[in-house]
């Protein structure tokens, strides 16, 4: 596993997900045009920590754009079934 790309993704998860959560609770303005951009930034860090695990240091320095697209989608190996 990756480590070091895993834990900076999961992060900037972590502080995107306190982003949210100071504006839901806090920002009056706060609408729902700036909760799905929230969100996509949310998913793309955690959907990059998953898709990216086994990834090279060097694939994950580099990151080319065919592996940013790859990584950034919602995982097709997560069941999220009952």
Not at 12 to 37: C, M, P, R, T, W
Not at 38 to 44: I, S, V
Request: hydrophobic share 30%; net charge negative.
């Amino acid at each position: 596993m990756n480590k070091p790309y895993v834990i900076y993704n999961l992060e900037e998860a972590k502080k995107q997900l306190d982003h949210i959560l100071k504006d839901v609770e806090n920002d009056g303005s706060y609408d729902f045009g700036a909760y799905k951009v929230d969100m996509q930034h949310l998913y793309h860090h955690l959907n990059t920590a998953w898709n990216a695990r086994q990834s090279s240091q060097e694939e994950s320095r580099e990151c080319a754009e065919k592996d940013f697209e790859k990584w950034r989608q919602f995982p097709g190996d997560i069941y999220m079934g009952i």
